[in-house]
């Protein structure tokens, strides 16, 4: 079974500019996650999508960030304009189940803004 | 908003010795997770807890779920160079987004062989 796979690995771009993180969840799992980790800092979660329903986006910074799952299947997280606060590493995560905690994270999008 | 309280930060020792990292905070929590992150990867669960007072297992690993609910410990005995990580703490309570897990800061670990 494929794990949960996220795209680009690196990215870095200038102050302003717009970028777009993907996420594949692992197949079946209708819950998909986004969190963040900035530098030396805790894992800060974002937001959870049911199917392609937001269930909870209380953690999005502020609305230069948009996240999508059209269709329930794979997700994307598009920064637009970034900002250099903005840099850290986004994590996508995947689960069966809700009431458990019990995550499968990708491997991260290490975004750096210049 | 909830904060979760890891410490050390950091630890160094060598192999074969064993090494314990805690969790605490100041709002209950329902469940606790412990998380690890190797070098390039996402963290992936090692141990989860669901009960005050639960002691769990899983190989070298030990946790336990503080019984006043507001804390965690892990325990790793004999540790060997592949131990090397961040270890992370996560609090979930139910009630609100079952996904939003609230992480502590880390606890990274260096194994001398």
């Known amino acids: 079974e494929a794990g949960v796979t996220q795209f680009p690995s690196h990215s870095v771009i200038e102050k302003g500019q717009t970028v777009t993180l993907r996420c594949d969840p692992i197949?079946?799992?209708?819950?998909l996650y986004w969190y963040r980790r900035v530098m030396g800092k805790e894992i800060k979660f974002l937001l959870h999508?049911?199917?392609?329903?937001?269930?909870?986006e209380s953690g999005m910074p502020n609305n230069r960030f948009l996240a999508e799952r059209t269709g329930g299947t794979y997700s994307t997280l598009k920064v637009q304009p970034a900002e250099l606060e903005d840099s850290g590493v986004y994590f996508c995560?995947?689960?069966?189940?809700?009431?458990?905690?019990?995550?499968?994270f990708g491997e991260g999008s290490r975004l750096t803004v210049l | 908003g909830q904060q979760l309280n890891q410490s050390p930060q950091s630890m160094f020792i060598q192999e074969g010795e064993d090494v314990s990292m805690n969790c605490t905070s100041s709002?209950?929590?329902?469940?606790w997770l412990w998380y690890k992150q190797d070098p390039g990867e996402g963290p992936v669960l090692l141990i989860a807890l669901y009960k005050a007072g639960e002691l769990t297992s899983n190989g070298r690993l030990t946790a336990q779920f503080g019984i006043t609910r507001k804390d965690s410990f892990l325990n790793i005995s004999a540790s060997i160079p592949s131990d090397v990580g961040i270890y992370f703490c996560?609090?979930?309570?139910?009630?609100?987004?079952?996904?939003?897990?609230?992480f502590g800061k880390g606890t990274k670990l260096s194994v001398k062989p």
């Open positions: 996560a609090g979930l309570n139910y009630g609100g987004s079952q996904g939003n897990l609230i």
């Open positions: 995560a995947s689960s069966r189940t809700t009431n458990t905690g019990e995550l499968f």
């Open positions: 197949s079946g799992h209708d819950n």
């Open positions: 709002s209950i929590f329902n469940t």
């Open positions: 999508f049911v199917k392609e329903s937001k269930q909870d």
